[in-house]
């Protein structure tokens, strides 16, 4: 199970990890196909098996600007359905025909209440996750500011 | 003990709330006092219980970015006590004399490994609160990437 090396299950033990491999299903797609859209409820979690998917976000109606391209096996995406108010923050779309892990959110919810522990350990990695994204885009934030600065001392 | 309706503690009972109240010690600051700096081992939570703090990073040397002024009751900073690899994302000083409840990172770890629930309440709503912030500095990455567009269009 390759893809239960997604940053989420880290720090489970092998049978915790038996327990999220009993609730995962295997689904194609096919390239173009939408996964699921920014701002919609979140039910599902995805991991890739193999295959290529983008996420992306929309600037107005106009502009769809790309965040990332997941191509590692194990990249995991729609991890909101884990975090309060579980709505999907950006949309994704399969860039190539790809087989995915799927994990409903309501079949996760019943193992974490069934060990509290697993549920503390993926939460622990959610944040650290949450926090590396989050020093990344101040750091893109500081470029800009930066960049503003040096046009106004121009 | 109004300063525990910090975000991490929302959904605790009152049990649990007592055991954290239990290891929580107030002190006193002063104005321009730094807390602690960005990228140093963190090592205690802050809650405000009187006063105003500041949170800023570093752009460069030159340069103090602010981030945000805390003033209300309950707003806690240092959260990445919780956080691996356990270093503070941001630098936080005094903006007047201010009365503060600390708790150490050992003494929340202790607590935490005698109660699994809490220590998944708590890490829950941290996610939640970084997933805001970062949804918010996406916001603001667009806004730049706009002005950026419309520039070269104009």
Redo the contacts between chains.
Sequence with gaps: MPWLTCYLFKGLSKSQLQRIANISMEKQFQKGQLLFHEGRKADQLFLLKEGKVELL?K??EA?E?PIDILRSKGSCFGT?I???PYLY?LSSRCAEDSSLIVIKKTDLEQV?SQD??L??IM??N???H??E???E??E???I???TF?KSVHA
């Design positions: 976000t600037i107005g502009i600007l909101t884990l975090v309060a923050s974490i509290c522990e549920g503390f939460m622990s959610m944040s650290q949450l926090l994204r989050l020093k885009t101040r893109e934030l500081k800009h500011f930066r600065v």
